[in-house]
């Protein structure tokens, strides 16, 4: 759980599981403490560490937000009998919490996966209704020109849908290998794979280093996680409509 970060007095009674009107009675006994002072008002925000009950802390697990830098060879699963998967790259105490990736990597390909406890929001980062931008860093075969960004522009047409609207960066480009940043709002199966195949340019390798508010931290080796920060969990809530104060 990310330190510093702050709930509402109540919810963070009502997670121990009191439930809500539990734990407004409790509060109204005077047995809840926050930094050794009498809560009165429950929607009181505090850091969950300061909280206690009868003197004694309290025990909250709050939803769980992780970056992770995911190899090639390691699939988007929360178990497989074939292949290492994302989530047996943590340590042992994020195993026994509900967290699952948010959206799917191909097995080849790397970078960034985000891995939550909190469902709605994993949801809404891959719905497209919400439009959370999903950058890859990709090689191809072949020398990407500006043609190729406008084709990504007006929408690609594959076998079975038509892509949405893409950004196209060509970062470099020679005859053999050209390397761009792909920035989509969906991410149907092999998506980028099959719109650069669209293009004449098959990708050589692929990275997501972005989805939404948050960029794969530099610092993460590829197989390295850690969590997100207060102000990614907030930034990606608020592009999809979540927080509510
Ligand atoms: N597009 C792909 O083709 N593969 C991925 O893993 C993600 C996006």
Redesign the pocket.
């Known amino acids: 759980m990310p330190g510093n970060q702050l709930f509402r007095v109540d919810k963070l009674l009502a997670l121990t599981g009191v439930g809500r009107s539990e734990a407004k009675k409790l509060i109204a006994s005077g047995r809840v403490t926050v930094s050794g002072t009498v809560v009165r008002d429950p929607g009181l925000k505090t850091s969950p560490d300061l909280l206690f009950l009868d003197g004694q802390p309290i025990s909250v697990e709050t939803d769980l937000y992780l970056m992770l830098n995911k190899p090639a060879g390691v699939i988007t699963a929360t178990e497989d009998k074939r292949f290492p998967t994302v989530l047996s790259l943590l340590p042992d105490k994020y195993q026994r919490r509900r967290l699952g990736p948010v959206g799917?990597?191909?097995r080849d390909?790397t970078g960034l996966v985000l891995l939550t406890t909190d469902g709605e929001l994993a949801h809404r980062l891959i719905s497209p209704k919400w439009k959370a931008e999903?950058t890859?860093r990709a090689v191809c075969e072949g020398r990407l020109t500006p043609a190729d960004a406008d084709a990504f522009r007006a929408g690609l047409q594959l076998s079975d849908f038509t892509a949405r609207p893409a950004e196209l960066q060509i970062v470099s480009a020679t005859d053999e290998q050209s390397v761009a940043d792909a920035t989509l709002t969906e991410?149907k199966f092999?998506?980028?794979?099959?719109m650069f195949i669209a293009v004449g340019h098959p990708l050589i390798s692929?990275k997501?280093t972005r989805i939404g508010c948050v960029n794969l931290d530099e610092a993460l080796q590829e197989g390295e996680f850690r969590p997100l920060t207060d102000a990614e969990i907030r930034g990606l809530k608020a592009q999809t409509s979540l927080l509510k104060e």
């Open positions: 799917r990597l191909d390909v999903k890859y991410g092999h998506q980028v794979k099959r692929l997501r």
